[in-house]
């Protein structure tokens, strides 16, 4: 929610810049502390057989507070995952307007569901932790507190900037909105099942394309819902959202947010590019394949598309350039490997579906290796396509010592990857766990291989790690109240019946669940899309004679498909941010690779094996 003209009086950015710094500074210890006493229990148990049986409830306890007080973060930065294609098509005024009116939405669910928090904290007072043996209080207090911090910066953002009518014009509206809602609320009582379009394609619908951050919109969406149209206690929202947050799985994404922060702090990125260019920069297309075969190694590390993609571009567009290549074309194959790599291991998508399905996250990290190779390919070949009569008469071959000499360098680097993922499989340690041993091994790689470690970004990064972990577990929390107040509906029972009745089996079961997770992944982005929709359609493949991690991969790359397509998905975009080109210039090119990358979705679809024949 980034506003123009945020300057305000100044005691109100005064009491914001102070107040942001208690957040700040225990939301960063906070991620020290999970890392460390995650690292503790891998340790106890696997090096000296003697586990830590309070460690997973710590640091579960820790973790609620470090995804609200990241969440608070994130709001204050304005940070939260939203969809701008259509604020971003507004002019000056309106655009203002409708940052605004995202504030002070953002505001209005936040006050509504302040009390409903702190009833549901005050009753798990009552109940006592297993090992440590304290009021579960001290965790579910974090709720309250968190969405008390988040309207008081919600609030202030309002007074800061410096157009105050339009401020009071948007909180007007917001409220106005409300009020007819809350005086329709009769109405709804004998709606039934239409006042599921009503809220969640209606309401929920129009607060995304609006630009009110997803996770805000899914959280009106639901409490309007089960507000105004059903009796059931609002305690059970905030119930849902805890329920939703605090799967013990999601641990690892602050931990592989840090970790991919680290990877590029300490160089081993950089490292591992020069490697591969050496390797193949003399080849037509050389540093494409480059590119494809570095968003392969790295992806799905950081947690962020975003960050993987910032992570390589820069070390390889200048050289691309020289080289003749256009920018449009950089930031369009920039764009589709995002897509291409969201299968790969440990991806933050595959460790939310195994979270919310139940599936084994060993099983989807072995799964996921293989389909990405395919699109990889596909990729490749359109690469060979475009650039068969590229000019490399000024290229040099790297000699041979070099690339040798390269390798070495680029070992550690390249050994990392393959590294985490062995832990998990190997049993060395759980999917939560193992992003500890791999900041262990880039802290160690840092400061004695590559002698590359600023202690001074230490702490950007762990603000950094906290604002995207809570923009990223806030959407699974509201995402999993939406889901569960649709499953109360009998929604998720006529879901099912509906697409197990489809004519064609399994085979159109799959065709349908392309098409429209691509439009989920352009609309809602990975993880809201797989919370809201995973636990109704996943039973319904397997009922299908479909095997789960199979159809996990097929989910996950059409998912891909829409974040990195446009007009809307947001993951094209951030390509052409981090590659400074604009849009416009990388439409054209993109096509191509959407096109490859969709036909290697339907292979992947239709040949079972690419996905589960190493299980």
């Known amino acids: 929610m980034g506003l123009t003209g945020s300057v305000g009086p100044a005691w109100v950015r005064g009491f914001d810049a102070v107040l942001g710094r208690l957040v700040e500074i225990p939301v960063a210890l906070l991620v020290l502390a999970d890392i460390g006493v995650l690292f503790a229990g891998v340790v106890s148990r696997y090096w000296l057989h003697s586990p830590l049986l309070w460690s997973d409830e710590l640091a579960s306890i820790m973790f609620l507070w470090l995804a609200m ?36 939405a953002c505001l209005s669910f936040l006050l509504m569901v302040a009390w409903p928090a702190w009833e549901y904290a005050a009753d798990e007072r009552a109940i006592t932790t297993p090992s440590l043996g304290i009021s579960n209080l001290w965790r579910a207090a974090a709720l309250p507190v968190g969405i008390a911090l988040m309207a008081v910066f919600a609030a202030l953002r309002l007074l800061r900037v410096s157009n105050f009518s339009q401020s009071l014009q948007a909180v007007v509206l917001v409220t106005v909105i409300a009020l007819v809602f809350w005086l329709a609320s009769p109405l709804f009582a004998d709606l039934g099942r239409l006042n599921l379009l009503i809220f969640f394609v209606g309401l929920g619908g129009a607060c995304v394309f609006v630009g009110i951050p997803i996770a805000f919109a899914f959280g009106l969406a639901t409490f309007a819902y089960l507000a105004l149209s059903t009796g059931t206690p609002l305690p059970a929202i905030v119930g849902r959202m805890d329920e939703g947050m605090s799967h013990l799985i999601l641990l690892a994404v602050p931990l592989f947010v840090f970790l991919g922060l680290l990877i590029e702090m300490t160089g081993m990125a950089r490292a591992m590019i020069a490697f591969l260019a050496s390797l193949l920069g003399h080849v ?89 190779v395919v699109l990889g390919l596909m990729l490749c070949a359109v690469v060979w396509f475009r650039y068969r009569h590229e000019d490399l008469s000024q290229v040099q071959r790297s000699p041979w010592p070099l690339v040798g000499k390269l390798f070495l360098i680029a070992l550690p680097s390249l050994a990392l990857p393959f590294v985490i993922r062995a832990a998990v499989i190997e049993g060395v340690a759980t999917a939560t766990e193992v992003s500890t041993i791999g900041i262990a091994y880039s802290v160690i790689a840092g400061l004695l291989i590559y002698r590359q470690f600023d202690w001074r970004r230490i702490y950007p990064m762990l603000l950094d790690t906290a604002s995207l972990s809570g923009a990223i577990l806030l959407i699974i929390g509201t995402a999993t109240a939406m889901a569960w107040g649709l499953t109360q509906s009998g ?111 339907i292979v992947v679809a239709f040949v079972p094996w690419l996905s589960i024949g190493f299980l």
Do not use: W
């Open 69 to 104: 007080l990241g969440s608070v973060v994130a709001l204050r930065r304005g940070e939260h995952m939203r969809m701008t294609a259509l604020v971003a098509k507004a002019g000056p005024q309106r655009r203002a307007l409708l940052e605004l009116v995202a504030v002070a």
């Open 284 to 372: 037509r297309g050389g540093l494409s394949y480059v590119l494809i075969g570095a968003m392969y190694l790295v992806s799905g590390i950081s947690g962020s598309k975003a960050a993987d993609m910032a992570a390589i571009a820069p070390a390889l567009f200048p050289e691309m350039k020289k080289r003749g290549a256009k920018p449009g074309e950089l930031v369009a194959l920039l764009a589709a490997t995002g897509a291409q790599t969201e299968t790969v291991p440990p991806s933050l998508v595959l460790i939310t579906i195994g979270s919310v399905t139940g599936i084994s996250i060993a099983a989807l990290f072995t799964g996921g290796l293989l389909p990405a």
């Open 491 to 601: 929604f998720s029972h006529l879901l099912a019946q509906t697409m197990a009745g489809l004519p064609g089996g399994s085979a159109m079961f799959m065709a349908v669940s392309i098409l429209a997770f691509v439009i989920l992944g352009s609309v809602l982005e990975g993880i809201p899309a797989i919370v809201l929709f995973g636990p109704l359609l996943f039973p319904i493949a397997r009922a299908l004679g479909i095997h789960d991690v199979h159809y996990a991969m097929v989910v996950v790359l059409s998912m891909g498909l829409g974040l990195f397509a446009p007009p809307l998905g947001v993951g094209y975009y951030a390509a052409c941010a981090i590659g400074r080109v604009s849009p416009d210039e990388g439409i054209g090119p993109i096509v191509g690779y959407l096109v490859a990358l969709l036909i290697g979705t």
